[in-house]
C-alpha cells in the first residue's frame, strides 16, 4: 500500500465518518493513525482507511465494538506474513466465515425491516389518498417527495 500520509480531514472525507468518530475509534483502539506531523496532527495511511471502512460498514449491521475489534485482528493477523501454521490460518479463516454468515443474518433482518416500513408507508399513502375531500389529496400530491430507490443486493453498505 502507499505509504503517502493523510491528516484526519482528509480520511474523514473518503470515509464519509466525522472527525469524532474517528476519534472515538481510536480511543476505543479500532484504529490507530499511523504516524503524527511534528505538530502533533494524526496522520493516516490507505491501511488506516480501508481499516476505518471495515468498521463503517460494520456499524448498520449493529456489530458490537468488540466483535469489529475481533474481526479487525482476525485480518490483521490474515494479512501480515505468516505466523501461524496452516491450522492456526484455518482457524481464523472459520472466524471470518462466522462473521460473514452473522452479517449475511443481520442483512436479511434488514430487508425485512425495511419491506414492513414500505408496507407501512404504502397504507399511509394509501389513507391519504382515499381520504375524503379533494383537499387532502391535493395536499398528498403536493406534499409527497420523489420515493427512493430501494437498496439492491449489488449496492455496497455504507
Excluded: C, W
Amino acid at each position: 500500500m502507499d505509504d503517502k500520509h493523510m491528516q484526519i480531514g482528509e480520511v474523514a472525507a473518503r470515509t464519509e465518518l466525522s472527525l469524532r468518530t474517528i476519534r472515538h475509534y481510536e480511543e476505543t483502539g479500532l484504529v490507530v493513525p499511523s504516524a503524527r506531523s511534528q505538530g502533533g496532527f494524526r496522520l493516516y495511511t490507505e491501511a488506516d482507511v480501508a481499516r476505518l471502512m471495515v468498521i463503517r460498514r460494520m456499524k448498520p449491521l449493529g456489530f458490537t465494538l468488540d466483535e469489529m475489534r475481533d474481526l479487525l485482528d482476525i485480518t490483521d493477523r490474515l494479512d501480515s506474513p505468516p505466523s501461524t501454521d496452516a491450522v492456526g490460518r484455518a482457524s481464523l479463516l472459520e472466524r471470518v466465515e462466522v462473521y460473514e454468515q452473522a452479517a449475511a443474518r443481520k442483512i436479511e433482518d434488514l430487508r425485512i425491516q425495511l419491506s414492513r416500513a414500505e408496507d407501512f408507508a404504502a397504507t399511509l399513502r394509501t389513507r391519504l389518498r382515499n381520504a375524503p375531500g379533494e383537499d387532502a389529496a391535493a395536499r398528498f400530491a403536493a406534499a409527497r417527495p420523489d420515493p427512493k430507490p430501494a437498496l439492491s443486493a449489488e449496492t455496497p453498505p455504507a
